[in-house]
């Protein structure tokens, strides 16, 4: 039986679609399906509904997927007890800049602490995703942290683990109801990465029709952050950076209807011998990643 499949068909159960299994193990619809399929013909069962929206499982369907779940609980028990006895060695991890938040911080302790022959370097390289892609491509270093949506090289596999929406902030003397307001009235603080022309914020106020003329630019959302509490002018920055207390004392308007959102990532070569360290990594940072403002 192989694992991969049961995996497909677990989070077609708990997600309720071949897509959004499909999107989650990183295979295409077709590939899910198939693992579907052969399931079925190897055990001579139906596993799913199809007449059914969303998917729904049948019987013998529902009870695989509770063995499933015993399975890749025991295996992945397994699997920490080895690697803690024995994963040790060097793991150069590449980033951004705006990607080393609290919530990284805070799973590179716990791999820290379960893998205590592992070390970990962390390194700016190019700083912009695209670039730290191809250094990943090219093994410069073993994995990145990046900023999504991107298209990636075909060897570059992606392993998100949060979505950030971003936010208009400006001290809490501006009255103004709409992000729009906020940013016309300014002054604005614009969010200018050293190796970056544009980014996904100019692009959204360019498609919006939104002219506001900066009158700094900061190469950091602290840095931003820190600005606007002092009242210099209104900025953007993803909710990552506004704690409850930050976001209570700071006027705050999603940016954007809907909000504009960035995905973070990992990023490692799909043959890499570092991917099952990265995937503990991957699911270390997936287990601290709530928004501290705990809105959908």
């Known amino acids: 039986m192989n694992m991969d499949k049961l995996k497909s068909l677990m989070l077609v159960a708990e997600l309720g679609s071949v897509s959004a299994a499909s999107a989650a193990v990183h295979l295409t619809q077709a590939a899910v399906s198939q693992h579907i399929k052969d399931l079925e013909e190897d055990m001579g069962l139906a596993l799913i509904d199809r007449s059914r929206r969303p998917v729904t499982l049948t019987k013998d369907g529902e009870e695989l997927v509770a063995v499933t ?46 893998y205590p022959k592992l070390t970990i370097k962390l390194v700016t390289a190019s700083g912009v995703t695209k670039h730290l892609a191809l250094d990943v491509v090219n093994h410069k270093i073993d994995a990145s942290f990046g900023v999504g949506p991107i298209r990636l090289p075909d060897e570059v596999l992606w392993r998100p683990y949060c979505q ?87 006027h705050c308007v999603p940016f954007g209807t809907p909000p504009l959102t960035r995905e973070m990532g990992l990023m490692v070569r799909h043959d890499s011998q570092h991917l099952p360290l990265v995937n503990l990594l991957w699911e270390a940072i997936k287990g601290f990643s709530v928004s501290p403002l705990k809105r959908k």
């Not at 990607?99 to 302790?109: C, E, Q, S, Y």
């Not at 300014?186 to 939104?210: A, F, Q, S, V, W």
């Open 164 to 250: 950030e929406r971003f936010y208009v902030i400006a001290s809490r003397g501006f009255r103004s109801r709409t992000d729009e307001e906020l940013l016309m009235r300014g002054p604005y603080l614009r969010h200018k990465p050293l190796l970056l022309e544009e980014t996904m914020i100019d692009r959204e106020m360019k498609k919006r029709g939104i002219k506001a003329d900066p009158i700094m630019e900061l190469d950091s959302y602290n840095s931003i952050l820190l600005m606007v509490e002092h009242g210099v002018g209104v900025g953007i920055v993803p909710d990552s950076y506004l704690s409850k207390q930050t976001f209570s004392s700071l």
């Open 69 to 114: 779940r015993v399975m890749l609980k025991q295996w992945n028990e397994y699997r920490e007890k080895k690697c803690k006895t024995e994963l040790g060695g060097n793991l150069i991890l590449g980033h951004v800049r705006s990607a080393i938040t609290g919530t990284v911080a805070n799973a590179l302790t716990v791999l820290r602490t379960k």
